[in-house]
């Protein structure tokens, strides 16, 4: 079972900000918590990662509540080109290493 | 920083034969790469973690005889899917990492791979 749950779908408009949630209810001390988007027939990509509080880069930013059991992908003035598959994704630590088990995503359709 | 590439980005083969897939990391040293399988409108499903140097770890269901892993240097892993056949037609992507610490991985492109 996935480790994370998403909204399945979300449509927005260009221009405008968009906000999608992830639960990680059970999360670990260790998790990180990590962003991908995935275009058709591509690899995903990575887009921002955090501990706890707020992260900011370049594309987006990423905001985790003090308990850790949630965090918040918000995209500023998405555009066309921003309609692709989001994945939220922590950590499982297994014998040492760490492997992502994917959730089904939320993917965005930006509209005109 | 962090590029993964691989090759061939997609194949088409007939039944019976077998298709060897590179992955490699282009500007960092790779402790772990990881191999999953996505099938179309689906998420991407984790088949094996490999660490260099040592046997992959394969994920219930998969089978290891059919799908071989090579991970020999800390760049480049090698996933070969043995008497290929139709249903093992599916996207297949790797990713690294770098750093256990943040289990960060950077994927790589996919091998679009089609099994007649």
């Known amino acids: 079972l996935a480790k994370t749950t998403q909204p399945i779908s979300m449509d927005s408009y260009e221009g405008q900000e968009v906000n999608i949630t992830c639960s990680h209810n059970?999360?670990?001390?260790?998790?990180?918590i990590t962003w991908y988007q995935q275009f058709p027939s591509q690899g995903p990509r990575f887009i921002i990662q955090?501990?706890?509080t707020k992260v900011t880069n370049e594309v987006a930013s990423l905001f985790i509540p003090a308990d850790r059991k949630s965090s918040t992908l918000s995209l500023p003035r998405v555009s066309l080109s921003d309609t692709a598959v989001y994945y939220c994704?922590?950590?499982?630590?297994?014998?040492?290493?760490?492997?992502?088990?994917f959730g089904t995503g939320t993917r965005l359709k930006v509209l005109a | 920083g962090a590029v993964v590439s691989q090759h061939p980005s997609r194949v088409i083969c007939k039944s019976g034969t077998s298709v060897k897939i590179e992955c490699r990391s282009l500007?960092?040293?790779?402790?772990?790469m990881f191999w999953y399988r996505q099938f179309p409108k689906q998420s991407l499903m984790l088949m094996a973690t490999?660490?260099?140097?040592?046997?992959?770890?394969?994920e219930q269901g998969v089978e290891k005889d059919k799908f071989l892993i090579n991970h020999a240097s800390l760049t480049l892993s090698t996933l070969t899917v043995t008497s290929a056949h139709p249903e093992d037609s599916s996207f297949y992507i790797c990713?690294?990492?770098?750093?256990?610490?943040?289990?960060?991985?950077?994927f790589g492109p996919g091998t679009r791979l089609t099994v007649l």
């Open positions: 059970n999360i670990a001390t260790n998790d990180y």
């Open positions: 955090g501990y706890k």
């Open positions: 500007d960092f040293q790779a402790t772990t």
């Open positions: 994704l922590v950590g499982d630590l297994n014998s040492g290493t760490y492997k992502y088990i």
């Open positions: 490999s660490n260099e140097g040592s046997k992959a770890t394969y």
């Open positions: 990713s690294a990492s770098r750093d256990r610490s943040t289990d960060t991985q950077y």
